[in-house]
């Protein structure tokens, strides 16, 4: 604060009211724009960040799958263990 009032009073000092009202109009405006547009682009990012409503769903038809993934390499590393000095003639290990 004490160098924004420092810079406010140079500028009354030094500059015409003309020019103040000028810039200070100018600072008015970015400040509405910025709020504005701040608020405008929040909903977008909102509505990015927020996931969609079948997102659950899907999310959990992924884990199941992933899951499912999981417990056939496993079964098949067991199996492929298991059969890893069996004679493959017949038996369980036999293709």
Known sequence: MIEIGTVV???VSAYSIEFMAIIAATFVLYS???FIFTR???RFQRAVGQPP???????RDRE??????????LA???HR???AGASRASG????
């Open 32 to 34: 509405v724009w910025t």
């Open 40 to 42: 405008y682009r929040m």
């Open 9 to 11: 009073a140079v500028m």
């Open 76 to 78: 098949h590393e067991r």
């Open 81 to 83: 263990d298991r059969c």
């Open 53 to 59: 409503r079948r997102q659950p769903a899907q999310l």
């Open 92 to 95: 369980p290990c036999a293709r």
């Open 64 to 73: 199941v799958l992933r899951e499912r993934a999981h417990r056939n390499e």
